[in-house]
C-alpha cells in the first residue's frame, strides 16, 4: 500500500512538474488536481496540496531559466537586452513588491507561465520568487482540493461540460498572456518610467546614450 501511495505521488509529482515547465497551452495544474480531488475522496488533500506546490515552482524555474537561456541569449537583440534591463534595474530595488506580485498572482487562477517567462528574460535571481510561488500555489491547491473533493462527496458534475467550458477560458487566456510577454519585451520601458508614455521601442534610436565626448589618451 505506501509503495502504490508512493508511486501515486511521484506520479503526480512527475505531471504537475512537466506541464509548468512547458511555455504554453499545457493543461492547467487544476484540471490535474480537479481529477485527483474528484476521483480520490480519500486522499490527503494537503499533502496533495505540497507535492503540487512543489512540482509546480519547480517546473515554473524550469521555465524561467530556459527562457534566460534560449529567449534571451539565443533570440532578443541587443536593443531589446537592454530595454528588458531597464525593468531588472527597477524590480532590483523594490524586492518586497516583486515578492508581494509574485505572491497575490499565485494566489489568483491565472496561468503563471507567462509570468515566469518574463521575469526569467530580466535574468533576476529566481530563489525571492520562488519561494512567493510556492506560498501561493499551496494556498490555492490546498482549497482547489479541499473544495473538489467536497463535490465529490455532494454533486454528479458533467465533466465535459465542466472541461469544455474551461477548455475556452484556457486558450483565450494563454493566447493572451503570450502576447503581454511580447508587449513586455517591446515596451520602451525608459518612456513609461520616465512619463507613463506607452510606445514600443524604436529601432533607430538607442536606448542606451553615450553622450560624452570619447578621449583617446594614446600618445
Known amino acids: 500500500m505506501r509503495v502504490h501511495a508512493t508511486m501515486n505521488t511521484l ?16 493543461p492547467p495544474t487544476w484540471m490535474v488536481l480537479s481529477a ?18 512543489t512540482a509546480a515552482t519547480a517546473g515554473r524555474l524550469v521555465l524561467a531559466k530556459l ?9 532578443l537583440s541587443t536593443r531589446t537586452k537592454e530595454n528588458i534591463d531597464l ?7 523594490q524586492r518586497a513588491m516583486t515578492f508581494g506580485v509574485f505572491l497575490a498572482y499565485t494566489c489568483s487562477p491565472f496561468p503563471s507561465n507567462s509570468l515566469f517567462i518574463a521575469y526569467g528574460l530580466t535574468s533576476l535571481p529566481l ?9 501561493g500555489r499551496f494556498v490555492t491547491y490546498s482549497v482547489w482540493m479541499v473544495i473538489a473533493m467536497d463535490v465529490a462527496h455532494k454533486v454528479v458534475l458533467d465533466q465535459e461540460s465542466v472541461m469544455a467550458y474551461f477548455g475556452g477560458y484556457f486558450v483565450l487566456t494563454q493566447a493572451s498572456l ?27 534610436e538607442p536606448l542606451i546614450r553615450n553622450d560624452s565626448p570619447s578621449v583617446d589618451n594614446r600618445p
Do not use: E
Not at 87 to 93: H, P
Not at 127 to 135: C, E, K, L, Q
Not at 178 to 204: E, G, N
Open 178 to 204: 503570450l502576447a503581454l510577454v511580447v508587449l513586455f519585451a517591446k515596451l520602451d520601458w525608459r518612456a513609461w518610467f520616465a512619463s507613463k508614455t506607452l510606445r514600443l521601442i524604436a529601432k533607430q
Open 36 to 53: 485527483v480531488g474528484l476521483s480520490s475522496q480519500d486522499a490527503n488533500p494537503w499533502l496533495t496540496a505540497l507535492v503540487a506546490a
Open 87 to 93: 525593468v531588472k534595474d527597477r524590480l532590483g530595488t
Open 67 to 75: 527562457a534566460y537561456i534560449i529567449v534571451r541569449q539565443r533570440w
Open 127 to 135: 530563489a525571492p520568487v520562488a519561494v512567493a510561488a510556492f506560498i
Open 11 to 26: 506520479g503526480l509529482f512527475a505531471i504537475i512538474f512537466v506541464l509548468n515547465s512547458l511555455p504554453a497551452f499545457a
